[in-house]
Structure formats: structure tokens, C-alpha cells
């Protein structure tokens, strides 16, 4: 699932494209269901200027005038790709035909979701409002301590690794990032919550800055799936820099990398560095 440096690549790079640029029109494939409804959704956002291109967390924000905005969730398998009108995107679910500002050409974006677990809706400002309060804080936030970030982490009684996942309680970390930033900070990733203190997690939060910035100078991390590209096709380099997450052997003591699921996910740990 793309996570903040993959989402955050596309909102940047959506934002240069958008701004202030015309929906002209708008298709939705049969099989494919948007919100509250496809009929409303064309006709509500056909004909209306983009005025910017954001992000809340993992979700991909496009502002309309009119107070509306389109919200997209990529889930596992979305993608959101600048088309060839003459060829349409694998998996393709919604296709926007765009009109850019100072008459260039009109461009063809295409939002494409193999498995369809993903999410286009059109919300108002004060839906927008309330999906913003779901999320925590992110470790890029200026404002967030590492006495806030322990707070957070406390209130949830779990593995810290299910904390970092948890974006009610810090919003942007996925199982990547949260699996390398455990890794920087020493910590494994069972650990209690109850168990940290605040050496430990100023220790965790910087790494959790470190990583993600990383991730999104990188452009993002693409697996061996290749699920994850750019608007414009293209492969991140994160998977290039990763610190344990995919790996069989640790980079700091050289012994065995282990592998469990935690939380659900799969989790990369050095025994012997995260204690």
C-alpha cells in the first residue's frame, strides 16, 4: 500500500500539473462505483477549476472551486497516471479529460485501481473537516515533540509496531517505513507501548523523519510487484536505500534478518540490533 513518500510524490506532482486547470470531462467505467454516486460525481465536477492538489495523510486531495474537493485513496493497487488518450491505463477506473491553463495542451488522467479496494469520493469543506480529525499527527509535523509522540504511542496498548500503524495515532508511517525506522531507532518491533520511554521514542521519531524524508527525496519505494509509479509511470528508488525491510541479512552486525507477521503485516527485524 503506498504510504506517505508514495502519496505525497503524486499530490506534489499532480499540484505542477493541476493548478488551476478545468475538468472538461469526466468517465467511469461500469464495474466501477465512486461517492455518493457516479451521476452526481460527473456532473458535480465537470466544468470546475482545480485550485490546488493535497494531501491528509494517505489520501491524494483535489480542490474544486465551489467547496468541493475529490478525495482519493489508493489502497493497495490505485494508481493515478497521466494517459495516452489513444490507450487506456491498465485497470482504469475513472478518466478525467484536463484542460491546463495558458493554453497548453488538454491531458488525460486516469485513476486506475486493479483490485478496487481503492476510493474516489466528492466531499464539501466540512467532510473534509472531519476526515482530517481521523488522523494524528505525522513525524514530519514541525509541531509534534517527542513528549507528544510518546503520549500517543502510551495511549495505545499494543506492540509499537502496531502503533506506528494505527494512523489514528501517528498518520503517514506504513508497514515500510515503520519497519525501517524501528530498525534505525533499535527498537524491536513486539516492544510493549507501556514499555518505551522517552529516550526511545525521540529516538524512534527522528528516525521516522529520517526515513520518510528519504523516501520521498526517492520518490518513493516500488517492490518487486511494480503496484507503485508515479503520474508518470515511473519506479521510486527508495527500495534501493531500504534498512532492513526485505532484507536477509542485517547491514549493522551481519547476522540473520528474522521475518514475522505482526499487527498482520510482515515485519523484518534484527534480533541481535533491536532489542
Known amino acids: 500500500m503506498p504510504e506517505l513518500p508514495e502519496v505525497h510524490t503524486i499530490s506534489a506532482d499532480l499540484r505542477k500539473i493541476l493548478k488551476n486547470a478545468v475538468i472538461d470531462k469526466v468517465l467511469i467505467a461500469n464495474n466501477y462505483r465512486v461517492f455518493p454516486e457516479n451521476r452526481i460525481f460527473i456532473n458535480t465536477v465537470k466544468g470546475k477549476r482545480v ?22 485513496h489508493l489502497a493497495m493497487t490505485g494508481r493515478i497516471l497521466i494517459r495516452n488518450p489513444k490507450e487506456s491505463p491498465m485497470w482504469s477506473k475513472v478518466a478525467f479529460r484536463i484542460i491546463p491553463p495558458r493554453g497548453m495542451k488538454p491531458l488525460d488522467i486516469a485513476f486506475a485501481d486493479m483490485r478496487m479496494f481503492g476510493r474516489v469520493e466528492l466531499v464539501e469543506g466540512e467532510d473534509l473537516d472531519k476526515l482530517k480529525a481521523k488522523y494524528g ?15 500517543r504511542i502510551k495511549a495505545k496498548r499494543s506492540t509499537i509496531k502496531s502503533a506506528l500503524l494505527n494512523q489514528a495515532v501517528i498518520s503517514g508511517l506504513g508497514n515500510i517505513y515503520a519497519t525501517d525506522a524501528l530498525f534505525l531507532a533499535g527498537i524491536h518491533p513486539e516492544t510493549k507501548t507501556k514499555d518505551l520511554d522517552l529516550q526511545g521514542t525521540t529516538k524512534l521519531l527522528k528516525a521516522a523523519k529520517q526515513v520518510l524524508e528519504e523516501g520521498i527525496v ?28 526485505l532484507k536477509t541479512i542485517c547491514d549493522n552486525c551481519k547476522g540473520p534478518v528474522e521475518f514475522k507477521k505482526i499487527a498482520g503485516r510482515g515485519t523484518y527485524y534484527c534480533p541481535n540490533c533491536q532489542l
Open 137 to 151: 499527527p505525522e513525524p514530519l509535523d514541525r509541531g509534534l515533540t517527542p513528549e507528544e509522540f510518546l503520549s
Open 51 to 72: 485550485l490546488n492538489v493535497s494531501r491528509i495523510a494517505k489520501n491524494i486531495i483535489w480542490e474544486l472551486e465551489g467547496d468541493k474537493y475529490i478525495r482519493f
Open 218 to 245: 526517492n520518490r518513493g519505494s516500488t517492490l518487486p510487484d511494480k503496484m507503485y509509479v508515479d503520474i508518470f509511470g515511473k519506479e521510486g528508488s527508495q527500495q534501493n536505500h531500504f534498512k532492513i525491510y
